[in-house]
């Protein structure tokens, strides 16, 4: 089945580092990729997504590029801030015979950045 | 504000209690996907109903039940509740037109089992 692998964390960065969490999934076909964003105390958000191969999906400075040579879809950001201290969940959706879109996660990388 | 709303925030109960967690989605979506978070299992996906019907399961005990109504609420029904059971439980609402539609996280309800 399918399955999404993420690098564990805590990650913890200082403000204006370069992030990256690598991600690497496997699929039967041509799945869409998502990365989610947790802050605490809250529910999962969109965080950016891309839908074919070399698309790159990007949104409040993070990018990802969908890679189907090496089944990756890493999450990079160049200059991190404090407010960006959350839960970054890597995940697919590859729609189901019955057009089911669930959507299959990573086990979550922790990030906290600080001052 | 995703527009999704999920009650109760939290819910604290004892084993082999059973519970009922409500969802709303997002105006004009017709699906909702249940997912349980948990720490050793991370975030699974529990089960969907598009427009009153199931359309997908995926990793959901047979202790656990879901429906959704014609205004599109859905609920989720755990039952001879135990200790493992305890988790985050999303729902997520979307239009499911295609693979890449997005879907909308409900803040989710803190399930504890005493």
């Known amino acids: 089945g399918d399955s999404v692998?993420?690098?564990e964390g805590p990650v913890t960065l200082s403000e204006e580092a370069f992030l990256t969490i690598n991600c690497t999934y496997t699929a039967t076909g041509y799945p869409s990729l998502f990365w989610y964003v947790q802050y605490p105390g809250e529910g999962l958000q969109l965080l950016l997504k891309a839908t074919k191969a070399d698309d790159k999906g990007s949104n409040k400075g993070f990018e990802a590029t969908y890679r189907k040579e090496t089944t990756s879809f890493h999450l990079e950001k160049g200059s991190v801030q404090v407010s960006d201290s959350a839960v970054y969940f890597c995940a697919l959706s590859e729609p189901s015979g019955a057009g089911s879109y669930q959507l299959t996660f990573g086990k979550g990388t922790k990030l906290s950045v600080i001052p | 504000d995703s527009g999704v709303t999920q009650t109760?925030?939290?819910l604290i109960t004892a084993t082999g209690q059973r519970v009922t967690l409500r969802c709303s989605p997002r105006s004009g979506d017709l699906s909702v996907y249940w997912y349980q978070q948990s720490l050793?299992?991370?975030l699974q996906f529990l089960i969907q109903y598009y427009n009153g019907e199931e359309r997908a399961k995926g990793?959901?005990?047979e202790r656990f039940s879901?429906?959704?109504?014609?205004?599109?609420?859905s609920e989720l029904n755990l039952s001879s509740l135990e200790l493992g059971d305890s988790a985050l439980y999303f729902c997520a609402s979307s239009t499911d037109r295609t693979a890449y539609n997005e879907q909308f996280f409900g803040p989710g309800t803190r399930l504890t089992v005493l």
């Open chain 2, 8 to 10: 109760p925030k939290h």
């Open chain 2, 66 to 73: 879901a429906q959704q109504f014609p205004d599109l609420h």
């Open chain 2, 40 to 42: 050793d299992q991370g």
């Open chain 1, 5 to 7: 692998t993420q690098m």
């Open chain 2, 59 to 61: 990793n959901i005990l």
